[in-house]
């Protein structure tokens, strides 16, 4: 139990959520601030087909945090495909697509697709008030995707296991073995952590400057880390009082390509700071908080192009975010986000 909480903390490790995060970095580098021809180059190993068949479900399917805690140890990539593998291949889809807070109306939508039935505007509705997935679409993509998918479940849910072997295969088995040591020790840190400060501060810290409101209201928080997900942090209700939170564990000395010597927390703030309009950006937290629509107005900006100059900055921890459960996010700055790129420059430039 953290310091000051009544919150229990149940903390949890394995390469398995890696898995899933790693697959989404690599179909969406400029987010996760991977370089986008090695991404594909992981990409281009595996054959066409399954390829694929990975492209359409990271598109659709947000990372299955639910699925990888209710795996047994040790939760690796193995663990994964045995589980999916005693899974009648009608079912492969529905075990990762439904996380506790799925609506029971977009559920039933999906699984009521067949080939050649076409959906009603109702249920059209139904499926892009749900939109989970991780990529910007256009509706009429998203819905495609989806029909793609669950049209035939149980021939998608074949191809999805196959595809993820020989993900596994290609890169992930090396890659799992690289960062599991890098994983046991981000939990250890994290667990150090929590036994000295309040929880929203753990947190904060833990998440790179996300702060949430009224973390009190659950009565359990899953703590897991990640290797592929840092800086970023990925949450997932599991019930209605318990909450999991899957946190960025690599060190920012360390970069997520293998062999690569220039950390990404590096290259992520030196970029961040050469852009004038970040910078202006930075200005304004200064005066006071704000939220991405007042900062567009401020700005005479396109409110996409702010929420994109923020997420530079978010990626490069010069900025916090306090998310209230109603989702609104209000932007500040994070001073110790500057102190640490001077930090990572001495250290690099020095061969530390």
Not at 4 to 23: C, E, K, M, N
Not at 53 to 77: E, G, N, R, Y
Request: proline share 7%; charged share 20%.
């Amino acid at each position: 139990m953290c310091a000051a909480t009544r919150t229990r903390i149940q903390w949890d490790i394995g390469t398995a959520y890696d898995l899933f995060v790693s697959l989404r970095a690599l179909h969406d580098p400029d987010t996760f601030g991977v370089r986008a021809s090695w991404a594909a180059g992981v990409r281009s190993r595996l054959p066409a087909e399954h390829r694929q068949t990975l492209d359409l479900a990271i598109k659709q399917i947000s990372p299955p945090l639910f699925f990888v805690h209710s795996l047994p140890a040790p939760k690796s990539a193995a663990v994964v495909i045995d589980a999916l593998k005693e899974l009648p291949a009608s079912r492969v889809l529905e075990t990762l697509s439904f996380p506790f807070q799925t609506s029971a109306v977009f559920k039933e939508t999906l699984l009521n697709t067949r080939p050649g039935h076409k959906w009603t505007p109702a249920e059209r509705q139904i499926l892009l008030e749900n939109d989970r997935s991780p990529e910007q679409h256009t509706q009429s993509a998203y819905l495609e995707g989806l029909y793609q998918i669950w049209s035939d479940r149980e021939a998608f849910g074949s191809k999805l296991v196959k595809a993820l072997e020989a993900y596994i295969d290609t890169f992930f088995a090396e890659e799992e073995q690289r960062i599991l040591p890098v994983l046991k020790q981000g939990l250890s840190h994290a667990q150090m952590r929590a036994g000295s400060q309040p929880l929203p501060v753990l947190l904060e810290e833990l998440s790179n400057g996300v702060r949430l409101e009224k973390i009190d209201s659950y009565s359990r928080i899953v703590l897991a880390p990640s290797f592929w997900g840092s800086p970023y942090m990925f949450l997932e209700k599991l019930s209605p009082d318990s909450l999991m939170i899957v946190f960025g564990a690599r060190p920012d000395s360390m970069a997520v390509i293998p062999g690569d010597i220039v950390p990404d927390a590096l290259i992520r703030s030196l970029k961040a700071l050469s852009d004038s309009t970040r910078l202006r950006i930075l200005r304004y937290l200064a005066q006071s908080p704000r939220t991405a629509t007042e900062l567009s107005r401020a700005l005479r900006l396109r409110p996409p192009t702010v929420l994109h100059h923020l997420n530079q900055l978010r990626m490069a921890g010069m900025v916090q975010i306090l998310l209230s459960e109603e989702g609104e996010r209000q932007f500040s700055p994070r001073y110790d986000g500057f102190e640490n790129t001077v930090d990572l420059l001495k250290n690099f430039v020095q061969g530390g």
